[in-house]
């Protein structure tokens, strides 16, 4: 693991705190150039400061090296089994934001109705699960789902989301909670209008001007973290 895939890991969970994304729940992953995963610790990504706080993963989910096997999240199978079948994705986020937590009870996709809901694509799938995804077949499940989409919302525990890079998917996931919101606001008055899936197409692509809009997030939820401020370059 790298010194900068380290800072990038650190930054983004202390975003992901700071924003109110996760709490003692949550995690975030990267892939590793040996073919590996490293995930933040199960104590949640806000007690996050060193390489130690991070689990280097075999693609079992086994912790490599000296790692403390108790420490391995126990929905480490998300992050396996999504960067498996997504070979353009280097980043997974699980977080539990309050709108997106809120909104995965109504049991339908989100469409996106603002300007930074096209950065998590026209529409967000919608995943029914009761119980927490702790095993490969469930998280395969939960991959397919997500299919080549950057979200997906899982009924009653919050959202994934994935990047080509940590800070596309931290971005995202800070992206989708404003996305989450904005439509339970809306709703509450009438149903939003949906954006159409050709205007979404800008957002999410590899290249274009929407990633030197995703950079200048990162940038601004870096630069006023007190802990991630000194990590993040852009």
């Known amino acids: 693991m790298t010194g900068e895939l380290t800072s990038e890991l650190i930054a983004g969970c202390a975003i992901l705190d700071r924003e109110g994304l996760t709490t003692a729940f949550g995690h975030l992953s990267a892939r590793t150039a040996d073919g590996g995963v490293v995930v933040s610790a199960n104590r949640g990504p806000g007690l996050v400061r ?9 693609t079992d989910g086994s912790a490599r090296e000296d790692a403390d096997q108790a420490l391995v999240p126990g929905e480490a199978a998300i992050h396996l089994r999504i960067l498996a079948r ?3 994705a280097v980043s997974v986020c699980r977080f539990h934001g309050p709108s997106c937590l809120a909104f995965s009870t109504l049991g339908r996709p989100l469409s996106a109705a603002i300007g930074m809901g096209l950065f998590v694509g026209a529409e967000v799938p ?6 927490t995804i702790t095993d490969a077949e469930h998280a395969d499940r939960l991959a397919c789902c997500l299919g080549d989409g950057a979200a997906v919302l899982l009924r009653g525990f919050g959202a994934v989301t994935v990047g080509r890079s940590v800070s596309e998917a931290v971005v995202r996931a800070w992206m989708l909670e404003r996305s989450a919101a904005a439509a339970l606001a809306a709703g509450a008055v009438a149903t939003p209008l949906s954006y159409p899936a050709a205007a979404a197409e800008p957002f999410v692509a590899a290249t274009g001007p ?8 990162w940038n601004y939820l870096g630069r006023t973290n007190p802990i991630a401020k000194e990590l993040v370059h852009t």
Do not use: N
């Open 210 to 217: 929407a990633q030197a809009q995703i950079a200048r997030a």
């Open 126 to 131: 919608w995943f029914d699960t009761c119980t």
């Open 86 to 88: 997504r070979p353009d």
């Open 50 to 58: 060193d390489e130690r706080d991070l689990i280097a993963l075999d």
